[in-house]
């Protein structure tokens, strides 16, 4: 829990830039637009937009944002260091970056002498000028400077002296932060505290007696660290950030050990995407600073936005969502096993470590073969449906599953075929149609890619018999689009209903092609999505079952939507 004397921290995603280097991840112009405004409202201070001149996209994307800027969010621009023997004043590159008119540049450059000689293939003098000519003529043109001190942690280890020259001729050119990149991702939290320490000691002395101007060489080494904001006046003094890569799996606690350190900035990106094994993951570091560690990253009200974004930015990016993330993913805070549902039923404290309404996310009971009479229980209530343990239904629904799960169904993935299977125990089951059998054609044409499928369905919608037929890409969306045409005239609210997700798993392969197989389908209507399970030796069957029960939830849904406007009107 922060309060009003919290200490500040400063969030900088970098998700538009670095995490668009994530293999398999792409974004248009429009894409980055859109999360850059959900991360502005999460309230995110300071976004970097990407490379401006780097590419097209990135060029319009900035123009763009001058046009209509983002409510509170600095949108900062990233760009290296001039080039060898050149000058700033001379160098394209940053004409662009003036051109994009932010108000704050991310200039990266090289710390580790290996880089400067192997990678730039100059001498560690011109790199240190290299430094101080970018930094300096972008503060000529007004603009407010963020240092990224790249492979930092590694140029530290292999050259302290010359790594922490880099950073002091940051200082003196205007750099307002000093951020240390672990590039690599190799560096362990102890060596990251240990080194923190060591710049913030050895830059403290530097800035509080040698690059001050005379009126502030007296000020304190507390108002040395104090963080700098976009509204205070202009300082010498620089702060420290840091940004970390995932390839040890230590980018979240290298982070943290940064800030316990002395860092006052941190680097990350929306559900940790990056380059290779990803960057620090802002939907972890965020709740474990503000929840756990007491600093003040962004408001309460925010912070229980944090799920809804971290989902957002992965559907704008086109990747499923990781359901297991901490404090965000669909199952962070699930319970599964009986006795633990039970105990939280009592006092949730007993298995989760926050509320999970604090990060916008909720509880969910677990429905499988090793749930108890509790988790049943729970998982009704959870869906409007009140049962008393001491009747035979919630055990008769009990042994159902356990049955079922034995069969290959599972119902912790698929909770709307479990919602079904409770209100068929309890005789509630509404009948919005009957399927009275189906056949499916497959043409398959040598020397084709693709395949033809034409599906026949034959319903009972009250009493009448439905005949229609529908052809798709292959036999499981040629039969849904034949069930679709079938009930849309008496159930117009299915052409809301859409098939997101269809998954495959088979149960025995040993069995060869007469291995039971289980299907999965997700279905949604713009505003809720719903998984259905189907379970046969027949994958056509399986998807049947599937496909009928998504669209039969989907229509329970909207008539119960429906009940509840009557009852508040």
Known sequence: MTTNSSPQLWLYDTTLRDGTQREGLSVSIEDKLRIARRLDQLGI??????????????????????????????????????????????????????????????????????????????????????????????????????YDAEHWFDGYKHNRDYALQTLEAAIASGAEWLVLCDTNGGTLPHEISQIVQDVISHLSLVTCTERLVPSEVEVSRSICQEPMTKDKGQRTLPQIGIHTHNDSEMAVANAIAAVMAGAKMVQGTINGYGERCGNANLCSLIPNLQLKAGYSCITEDQLTQLTEASRFVSEVVNLAPDEHAPFVGRSA???????????????????????????????????????GLSNVLAKARSFGIELDQQKAEAREILQRLKDLESEGFQFEAAEASFVLLMHEALGGRQKFFEVKGFQVHCDLIEGKETSNALATVKVAVDGKNIL??????????????????ALVNFYPQIATFDLTDYKVRILNGHTGTAAKTRVLVESGNGRQRWTTVGVSTNILAASYQAVVEGLEYGLLLHSQAEAALKASS
């Open 45 to 146: 201070p300071f976004i970097e937009g990407g490379w401006p001149g780097a590419n097209p996209k990135d060029v319009q994307f900035f123009w763009q944002l001058q046009e209509d800027p983002l409510k509170q969010a600095e949108i900062v621009a990233f760009c290296s260091t001039r080039r060898p023997n050149s000058t700033a004043a001379t160098e394209p590159m940053l004409q662009d970056i003036l051109a994009a008119g932010t108000r704050w540049v991310t200039i990266f450059g090289k710390s580790w002498d290996l880089h400067v000689t192997t990678g730039l293939k100059t001498t560690l003098e011109e790199n240190l000028a290299m430094i101080r000519d970018t930094i300096e003529y972008l503060r000529s043109q007004g603009r407010r400077i963020i």
């Open 333 to 371: 805070f699930a319970h599964k096993g009986g006795i633990h549902v039970s105990a939280v039923e009592r006092n949730p404290l007993t298995y989760e470590h926050i509320q999970p309404e604090q990060v916008g996310n909720r509880r969910r009971i677990v429905i499988s073969e090793q749930s």
């Open 468 to 485: 229609e037929a529908a052809e798709g890409n292959g036999p499981v969306a040629a039969l849904d689009a034949a069930l679709r045409k």
